[in-house]
């Protein structure tokens, strides 16, 4: 088991179709990794991309192909600030049970959650 073995909070509409394909702990990592980067989903990765060696191919090319069919999957990733977005994803997604928003990681900062 890993330190995240525990119910993940939904994910706000932007990081659903991430989850969807990868999962919430793969996401959260995909998230803190590339957030608020621009990115191109290549429909056959050759795995030497940096998507393809967080991923994998296979996942790599799952991605690719849900990005040409959902229009929610944008180029950027998203990384917002403001209550529901994706950081405060990421700040409850981390923070331990229980605990209020003062112990979330200095690298998510929001005093939404």
């Not at 605990?99 to 990681?105: D, E, G, L």
């Given at each position: 088991m890993t330190a995240l073995a525990r119910p993940f909070p939904k994910a706000p509409a932007q990081v659903q179709p991430f989850a969807d394909v990868l999962g919430s702990e793969l996401t959260l990592t995909f998230l803190l990794t590339f957030g608020g980067s621009?990115?191109?989903?290549?429909?056959?990765?050759?795995?030497c991309g940096k998507v393809e060696a967080l991923v994998g191919v296979d996942l790599a090319t799952a991605l690719a192909a849900r990005a040409e069919t959902d229009r929610r999957m944008q180029r950027r990733i998203p990384a917002g600030q403001s209550p529901g977005q994706p950081r405060c994803w990421l700040g409850k997604a981390t923070r331990p049970p229980k605990?209020?928003?003062?112990?979330?990681?200095a690298?998510?900062?929001c005093a939404a959650c």
């Open positions: 621009e990115l191109y989903f290549a429909k056959n990765p050759r795995g605990s209020p928003a003062a112990f979330m990681p690298t998510l900062p």
